[in-house]
């Protein structure tokens, strides 16, 4: 059988470039930061802040300590934002986009649930009264309030749900 | 104590710095006025005051209620009727002094405005001139987040992050031990003292964080001494002149404070402890922060900190004869409740 010629190869090699970087395009987790719902896209909810995204070697200028946690589980990048409820209470909203879903499974764990609800969202979620944490293949999502109100968590739900929608497994 | 005779100066500094040398703790810039062969009669003392009605029913502390157990702490820990004297025995009118605040949680973890004003205004009465007094922390937009005013102005109390135009780090890497850093200026070059006013917390890393974690708000390089526990970086960071030296008091909030999930604050985690805890001894204050949140934890039903890997063990390092930062051993302490 006569052996291919180099300008025979050429356009298949190409091809097969093409492919091998279309396929690591698929497995790159969405940018974050256009996860995160608009204003008034989830009722009283409005966007109070421009998102802030950081690399892994950057994330302990955002939350010190608690940053070597995520570093060990493989921690891609962060994006965080703030909202209003009802423009007075001011929620900070997180996503961690790990490199697999069992990262994002592994930092999910290793909070204790405590008194949690756990509300079907995501592939896991844990509520409280003034935070909401889930996971989604390899996002993981918090969102903390910091003043308590009336309804509170039940809004909290409402955003991650929307925010839940967009995030690409 | 009430109808007590005002001690003098001389006396108190000589209080607070046989407790620290009582512990091991090598003379500071208080201990000037200190005669070494009293040294071993006193111990470490930490006094926690604590008002269960410090919230009322709002989100934050009532600014008064914080003033007035910040004196209750302070007139015990000096044991003064007065509630300026003990700054004015603490602080010359002619120094400036900085407030190493905790803001890197946001508002519902970090070190409250009401504290610092009250701080700050029992200074001012102790003759300190307000533009000399620094509230700081790392960046402008930390201490905003958690609800201060940034000011440069000289006549008023400032507050800066040392991300400020004209502040940075200071170029001269310090180093001892595993720590290699640069220092904020705001220290190094601003400040004669410093006041310790960090955050009660658990930390994921170091177990707990109270005074001498706190002095990683100071450093360039935070996120390179986080290994081992944080141990032996955080009793290393602490031997640095800089902040050994101007290191005057600790007084540290504990009006909300996290058993788990720390250092950022997750409001699952966090509890109302209602108090301030004021020492000069930063390890026997951070040991007694390990015990308050080891109860806490205990009550919520969560396992020990060694049970979980996170023994605090830079407390004991920074007690050990190497560093003698001060006490970890509760006999060598007095812990006085109010």
């Not at chain 1, 069992?102 to 930092?107: P, Q």
Request: aromatic share 6%; with cysteine.
């Amino acid at each position: 059988m006569k052996k291919p010629s180099a300008s025979q190869l050429t356009p298949l090699l190409i091809w097969l470039a093409v492919a091998l970087l279309f396929e690591a395009c698929q497995q790159q987790a969405a940018p974050p930061a256009g996860f995160f719902p608009d204003s008034n896209t989830v009722s009283g909810w409005t966007k109070s802040a421009e998102v802030r995204t950081f690399a892994p070697q950057q994330l302990s200028e955002y939350i010190d300590g608690d940053a070597e946690k995520y570093l060990k589980a493989g921690v891609k990048t962060t994006a965080t934002t703030d909202y209003k409820y009802r423009g007075e209470t001011d929620v900070v909203v997180d996503i961690y986009t790990m490199s697999t879903a069992a990262a994002a499974k592994a930092v999910f764990d290793s909070e204790p649930a405590m008194d949690a609800e756990a509300p079907t969202l995501g592939d896991s979620a844990r509520l409280y009264s003034q935070s909401l944490i889930f996971r989604k293949g390899p996002y993981l999502v918090r969102m903390v309030a910091y003043q308590e109100s009336p309804q509170l968590a039940r809004a909290m739900l409402e955003l991650g749900r929307a925010l839940e929608s967009k995030l690409i497994r | 104590m009430k109808n007590m005779p005002e001690k003098s100066r001389r006396d108190f500094l000589k209080d607070f710095a046989i407790g620290a040398l009582a512990a091991g703790v090598e003379p500071r810039a208080l201990a000037r006025d200190v005669h070494p062969a009293s040294a071993n009669q006193a111990k470490s003392k930490v006094v926690i005051a604590r008002d269960a009605a410090l919230y009322g029913v709002g989100n934050s502390p009532e600014g008064a209620r914080v003033a007035k157990l910040l004196d209750r702490a302070m007139q015990a820990y000096g044991d003064s009727s007065d509630p300026v004297a003990p700054w004015k025995k603490l602080f010359h009118p002619d120094e400036v002094v900085g407030l190493k605040v905790n803001t890197i949680a946001g508002p519902g973890l970090s070190t409250h405005v009401a504290l610092v004003d009250a701080i700050s205004e029992r200074l001012k009465q102790a003759g300190i001139r307000p533009g000399n007094i620094v509230v700081w922390d790392r960046t402008n937009g930390e201490l905003e987040r958690a609800g201060f005013t940034v000011s440069n102005d000289a006549n008023r109390v400032r507050t800066i992050g040392t991300d400020s135009k004209g502040v940075g780090y200071d170029e001269t890497v310090l180093s001892y031990g595993v720590v290699k850093s640069r220092l904020s200026t705001l220290l190094t070059r601003t400040c004669d003292a410093m006041i310790n006013v960090p955050i009660l917390k658990h930390h994921s890393g170091a177990g707990i964080t109270l005074a001498l974690k706190n002095m990683y708000g100071v450093n360039h390089n935070p996120d390179k001494l986080h290994a081992n526990n944080c141990c032996p970086a955080i009793a290393d960071l602490n031997m640095l002149p800089p902040i050994r030296n101007k290191f005057r008091l600790v007084v540290a909030d504990a009006m909300t404070g996290c058993f788990e999930g720390g250092p950022s604050y997750k409001p699952q985690y966090a509890w109302r402890y209602n108090g301030i805890i004021v020492a000069t001894d930063p390890v026997a204050i951070d040991q007694t922060a390990w015990d308050i949140i080891e109860k806490k934890r205990a009550e919520r039903g969560l396992k020990s900190l060694p049970q979980v890997g996170l023994t605090p063990n830079y407390i004991a390092v920074a007690a050990n004869a190497e560093h003698r930062l001060g006490t970890d051993d509760p006999a060598r302490m007095v812990l006085q409740e109010i």
